[in-house]
């Protein structure tokens, strides 16, 4: 018998971690975690211990409690629950309750098959050996499945415990859930718990049986207690013979219908019905058609071939195309950091490689910011504004839920992002129009998308005020540097804004929808508005008075060991040119042809020695900005200190994995092998490729899905590339910096 699935053969597509070292399990534990976009599990032991944080995070079920939960907070802000903990695992032997040994947990090995999404841990507690094999289905978003396999070196009474626990916590020790029921259901049982101001209801089923012929002794108990669903299979085990357990769950909550625990129990049947076999062969055929699609192939260099497919998988398993009401938090569904609120993280780095592999994700997440209008509209109008003005943090409802102080270097200071980092208006409708152009979806582009692009203009044409001289400028923002605040005509924020009011304005004029005069009126608004950009050097200033700030020396910087605000002061950094984040240069990035190559290059040359990339959202795009400049070793070096984020284990606190895998610095790896190294350019008239390919790489090869059609694109150091058309119309390509355009067509 085929006892527990076999992992994939070529090890290049295994992540494994040995033994269990308490500094890094938190982020072993993200960094391996299982997610379909639906749900999302960290790899914690089955079995818990003190440095465990296990945690099952649900998309889009939010709860705010009734009082600050943390001590920085002035009041409290909604955060993604920590769902019931459904793969939790007790094994008794001769009655007591076998732990792993210290030398046991050495011994452990944790492998992530990120080809076939699933986790198998293998480990021993006192002589007895222990598989446990967990994967979210990628083929049926609401089905988890735990096989579990007991090899015992010595006869005796075994019992495994397999329980859904719904007492759980949130890390920050906030209780969200409140039981509401337990109960016998499709040969398992039903945990039914409740959010406990927002009101979700959660429900698992839960079935798990021992498989093969049954052993000597077997019993199947079932306890319903509230908050917790436990099944016991005990038997007499005897020693050199292995003894399999499934465990089959489904899930439904109340965003999903009005039943959950209807849903729930009726999906139990259906999967039990199925099968292990069916759920499993599913899912790892789900996975396979999603790399197949989206697979980056880097054959000279195993540790970027490595770090690109990790981030690809983390990017499918932080999706949804079914789900229209949720989009992606800042840690995905790995981790609690940022309370999975969602950010421009979402539309400008985690979201493009979804455009480009899977459109209907990414059209998904544009819906999910559609549907959240009526929160965007509030906010503009709450703050005297036109139009819609999404909020900087979104949760569930799409109002503004960014907190209202942190803590930095151990002061608590105000959060002004939620009430003036306005960029992310000007992101989002860069995103909706970035999806049309991309898809051609054109019910897309006339309704949803043209409602976001309207309204996000007519919020930039009433944010914009008038001088005296006719300019235009947009006062007391944050732009994507947040060591900056209450800045004036930031470049990003202006750059942005007139692109969305031009792009508004020819959309309006094609197809209606705007008021007599409105289109005229956002063009002059956007010829008036401030640049920042010196028309001789090219050189933009980040925001009025930027180059006036003192010079800053960032020698020896490194963030994981403490960030510029720790270290200078909240306040005292402000006087300096330092830079959280890439600001100008991601204008740039996402409007590269619109400024000559000097500018490019003489952007970089001023703003790359000042940045101290605190934010994780900036290493991955100065690669794709350094490889676009054709600076190699520096691509090079910033891509592989990008994936060193959450590759690197040992890495403390918020700058490693712990919290939870940074989505947007994968999606930020993604986009600099796309947009950078492979020298991808969409345009109105089709793809245009200007590849930069390391020496080192023999060649770099990336699907691409562009309107209806699928591409595989490959691109050699020596400057050549080739397409090769997979599927769909044939797409207009143009093959290197200057060439001709000419159809790629099968
Ligand atoms: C960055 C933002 C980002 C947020 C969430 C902050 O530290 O400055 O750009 O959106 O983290 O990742």
């Known amino acids: ?18 033994g269990y070292d308490p500094d890094r399990e938190a982020s072993v534990e993200a960094v391996l975690a299982i997610a379909n976009g639906y749900v ?105 499945a735990q096989l579990v396999l007991v090899e015992p070196a010595a006869d005796g009474e075994i019992c495994l415990e397999l329980s859904v626990d719904g007492q759980v916590t ?12 337990c109960f016998p259901a499709a040969g398992g049982g039903v945990l039914v718990m409740r959010t406990i101001q927002s009101g979700y209801t959660i429900a698992l089923a839960s079935r798990a049986e021992l498989v093969g012929p049954p052993p000597a002794g077997l019993r199947r108990e079932l306890s319903f207690e509230a908050g917790r669903l436990t099944e016991r299979i005990s038997f007499s085990a005897q020693a050199g013979r292995a003894y399999l357990i499934h465990k089959l769950v489904a899930l439904a909550t109340s965003r999903d219908g009005a039943d959950p625990a209807g849903m ?56 949804n195309p079914d789900d229209e009401r949720a989009s992606i938090g800042a840690r995905a569904l790995t981790g609690e950091r940022y309370r999975g609120h969602v950010f421009w993280d979402t539309e400008i780095f985690a979201w493009p490689p979804l455009l480009y592999t899977h459109p209907a994700s990414a059209r998904a997440l544009l819906m999910y910011r559609y549907h959240n209008l009526p929160g965007a509209r509030a906010k503009a109008a709450a703050m005297g504004y036109a139009g819609a003005l999404f909020p900087w943090e979104s949760a569930d409802t799409g109002e503004e839920v960014t907190p209202d102080s942190m803590l930095s270097g151990g002061a608590r200071v105000p959060v002004l992002t939620g009430g003036e980092e306005h960029h992310i208006a000007a992101d989002v409708a860069y995103a909706a129009a970035q999806y049309a152009l991309a898809t051609g979806d054109q019910a897309f582009r006339r309704g949803p998308g043209a409602a976001i692009m309207l309204d996000v203009a007519r919020f930039w044409a009433s944010r914009a005020e008038p001088d005296a001289d006719g300019a235009f400028h947009i006062r007391r923002v944050i732009g994507p540097d947040e060591y900056h605040e209450t800045v004036d005509d930031n470049a990003y924020t202006n750059g942005l804004a007139a692109w969305a009011l031009r792009a508004a304005a020819d959309l309006a004029e094609e197809l209606g929808g705007a008021g007599a005069g409105e289109p005229a ?22 925001f009025s008075g930027y180059h006036l700030l003192e010079p800053i020396d960032l020698g020896g910087h490194d963030t994981s060991i403490a960030t510029v605000d720790a270290r200078l002061g909240w306040y005292a950094m402000q006087r300096t040119r330092v830079l959280k984040q890439a600001d100008a240069l991601m204008l740039l990035i996402l409007r590269w042809d619109s400024y000559p190559p000097a500018a490019h290059a003489a952007n970089f040359a001023y703003y790359e020695p000042s940045t101290s990339h605190d934010s994780s959202l900036s290493l991955s795009f100065h690669a794709l900005f350094a490889a676009r400049l054709g600076r190699l ?19 403390r606190g918020h700058a490693g994995a712990s919290d939870g895998v940074h989505i947007a610095a994968q999606g930020g790896i993604w986009q600099a092998l796309a947009l950078g190294f492979l020298g991808m350019r969409p345009a109105a008239e089709g793809l245009r490729f200007a590849p930069h390919v390391p020496a080192g790489w023999r060649s770099l090869t990336m699907p691409i899905a562009w309107r ?39």
């Open 1 to 18: 018998m085929n006892l527990i699935p076999p992992l994939s053969a070529d090890p290049s597509w295994l992540f494994v971690v040995d």
């Open 40 to 144: 999302g599990t960290r790899a914690a032991v089955d079995e818990g211990g003190p440095h465990s944080r296990p945690a099952t995070l649900i998309a889009g079920v939010f709860d705010t409690p009734a009082l600050p939960q943390a001590p920085e907070l002035e009041s409290p802000v909604p955060e993604l629950v920590v769902a019931p903990d459904w793969s939790r695992l007790r094994v008794l032997l001769g009655g007591g309750e076998l732990r792993p040994a210290a030398a046991d947990l050495r011994a452990m090995r944790r492998t992530l098959d990120m080809r076939q999404g699933l986790l198998l841990r293998r480990w021993r507690a006192g002589g007895v050996g222990l598989s446990s094999l967990r994967l979210a289905s990628l083929g049926d978003r609401r089905a988890l």
């Open 170 to 181: 949130n890390a920050n020790d906030t209780r969200h859930l409140a039981p509401v029921s």
């Open 264 to 319: 729930a129990a009726a999906h139990l049947a259906d999967l039990r019905a199925g099968g292990v076999d069916r759920l499993l062969s599913d899912h790892i055929a789900a996975w396979a058609e999603r790399w197949a699609g989206a697979g980056p192939e880097i054959p000279g260099d195993a540790e970027v071939q490595r770090q690109a497919r990790f981030a690809v998988y983390h990017l499918i398993g932080a999706a």
């Open 521 to 542: 009126r956002w063009r002059a608004v956007a010829d008036g508005l401030v640049t920042g950009c010196d028309p001789a050097s090219g050189l933009i200033e980040q």
């Open 633 to 651: 070793d520096i691509a090079q070096a910033y891509l592989r200190r990008a994936a060193l984020i959450d590759l690197d284990l040992g890495r």
């Open 708 to 746: 209806g059609s699928r591409l595989r694109v490959t691109a050699w150091p020596d400057g050549r590339v080739e397409a090769t058309h997979e599927g769909g119309p044939p797409v207009r390509v143009a093959l290197g910096a200057n060439a001709a355009w000419s159809d790629c067509r099968l």
